[in-house]
């Protein structure tokens, strides 16, 4: 019986000291737990301070942009009403054609794709690097993020110690809905270019080509239809991406398959350089593949 005791009381004091273990650890446990829940919650607490206060300067930042574009847009009808809107503009301003496509009604539920050339006047002036845009009339175009690239790729071109801000106007002949707008930042880095380094630009030439941080120019669609417009304007030489100065034609094919029934297929594509495609229908343009900004300043720059 002693013996039963003995091996109870040594099996008693085994559990108990397993189970001391046991709760040491859990205890252990439920402290770093308490200290991680304390940490997330003091990191959500910063990160939700930090959330209120980006919300706070973005709302700030729009309605200084939305102040200064209603800004333009008076200035605008102000000087349209007194005279013309290009005589006003060109002092301050320099100023290229830009191209882009919009889609135009073919019957019902019939659409096409057609270019419309329009201007851009840029300015700069000593700032923060912000842009601001206005349109003259109303037009739907998104400039904003091509024009914010573009004004950190004039500046670092042109090694500016100073910082400038870029106001910008686009000038219709009407009111219009374009299909793309990052097309013209390849023709927004060269106007600030020219603005910060007081150079003067060709008026014979356009591009289409988006503006990539390094300074290449990226490519676009539309092209076609944008030389047509550029070509109809009377706009010399057009500047497109690296690789897009071929645009592929339909190969089309015609098979007599019985007594006096034909048909006519696409058999396929072919390469045709853009230029050679726009001369057989009746438009004058030297098309050059550029791609980069240095590459387009060559082009747009009046030489001496």
């Not at 500046?155 to 100073?162: A, D, L, P, V």
């Not at 060709?202 to 490519?219: N, W």
């Amino acid at each position: 019986m002693k013996k039963v005791l003995e091996v109870a009381f040594l099996v008693s004091i085994v559990l108990n000291a397993f189970l001391g273990v046991v709760l040491y650890t859990q205890y252990v446990e439920n402290e770093n737990i308490k200290a991680i829940n304390k940490e997330l919650a003091e990191k959500i607490s910063e990160l939700s301070t930090e959330n209120i206060n980006l919300k706070k300067e973005i709302e700030v930042l729009k309605q200084e942009n939305f102040l200064l574009k209603n800004s333009l847009e008076s200035i605008l009808r102000t000087i349209s009403n007194q005279t013309s809107l290009s005589q006003n503009l060109e002092g301050n301003y320099d100023w290229a054609y830009i191209v882009a496509v919009h889609m135009v009604p073919k019957g019902f539920f019939d659409y096409e794709i057609k270019g419309i050339v329009m201007k851009v006047y840029v300015s700069v002036i000593p700032g923060e690097g912000r842009v601001f845009i206005a349109t003259s009339p109303r037009i739907g175009i998104d400039l904003q993020e091509s024009a914010s690239t573009a004004l950190k790729v004039a500046m670092n071109y042109t090694n500016s110690t100073i910082r400038y801000d870029s106001y910008i106007v686009i000038k219709a002949d009407r009111e219009i809905n374009v299909v793309d707008g990052p097309s013209a930042g390849g023709v927004l880095t060269v106007l600030m270019i020219a603005r910060i380094l007081g150079i003067e630009t060709r008026k014979d030439v356009c591009m289409t080509g988006t503006i990539l941080p390094d300074g290449s120019i990226g490519p676009v669609g539309g092209v076609l239809e944008k030389a047509k417009a550029a070509a109809a304007r009377g706009i010399k030489i057009f500047l497109v991406p690296k690789g897009q100065g071929k645009i592929l034609e339909p190969v089309i094919v015609s098979k007599k398959i019985g007594s006096g029934i034909t048909i006519t297929f696409i058999k396929g594509y072919k390469e045709v350089p853009l230029e050679e495609a726009l001369r057989r229908e009746g438009y004058n343009i030297t098309i050059y593949e550029v791609g980069s900004i240095q590459e387009a300043l060559k082009y747009f720059l009046v030489s001496d």
